[in-house]
């Protein structure tokens, strides 16, 4: 088993069903068309947001990555404080869609960590190449190293990463995967903080305080052999879907110990109640 690639049990026939409001399909069709149309604006404007100062491009980001979430039909609710930049930082969160990618976005864009599968995908690859995106060969022990020494030198670099360590989406109806260890070694080697991150979504409103409220919302998730297209269609015909992204305290990679022991905090973050998290809730 690869340390990028391990085996979900989700599969989309038995953790894509919808329960809830469904959109007709003409309404439907005009999101998915408006949402890629967006995707695609946003990758051809991506290589001259990158001479903006960094203030800015961040601040385009968030503000692309909400209006694309919009698009699609999911509404969002960011709980905590997502903090400033302050240097290079490991972003980690539990992986159920390729909507995490704008979610994470809407308050700490970042380069993301990605399979190098991803950069063959219609509009999104050449999206997610554009955005700097770092990808990674999940089947190859052998490059390993490398990859490790690429996300490193990122974060040397003053990069925010953002990585899904699990490393297989899965429906987020359940209990999430086993954190991977490899990509913290990388945290540990540039000295860089570590952000858990949670994400969930929603068959309807988000509870004020992230907790509770609406059933999972089984329609976004993209796992298995999903088709992407499908995915897409699932998405836009499902109505009501709201997203929620809990950002928890930031853990130092100072002192930790080995990648072992930071991984492990770091999925218990995420794992961890929240209730009781002095945070603010934000709704988009």
Known sequence: MSVWLPVSPCTPRACTGHHGAVRAPLPAAARLVAGCLLALAGATVTPVAALLAQPLRDRLVRRWSRAVLRTFGVRTSIIGDPGGRSGGELVVANHISWLDVPLVATALPGRML?????????????????????????????????????????????????????????????????????????????????RPVRIAYRAGPAAPTGAGGAPPA?????????????SLWRVVRAAGVSAEITF?????????????????????????DTANLPAVSVHH
């Open 114 to 194: 990605g399979k190098a599968e991803i950069r063959r995908w219609p509009l999104l690859g050449a999206l997610a190449a554009r955005g700097g995106t770092l990808f990674i060969d999940r089947g190859s022990l052998r490059a390993l190293p490398a990859s490790v020494r690429a996300v490193a030198g990122a974060l040397r670099a003053g990069d925010r990463v953002v990585a899904f360590p699990e490393g297989s989406t899965r429906c987020g109806g359940g209990p999430g995967g086993t954190f991977r260890n490899a990509v913290f070694q990388a945290a540990l080697d540039a000295g860089a903080t570590v």
């Open 218 to 230: 089984r329609s976004v998730a993209f796992v298995g052999d999903d088709p992407l297209h499908a």
């Open 248 to 272: 928890l305290p930031p853990l130092p990679a100072d002192g930790t110990g080995d990648r072992r022991t930071l991984s492990r905090r770091a999925q218990t973050a995420v794992a961890s």
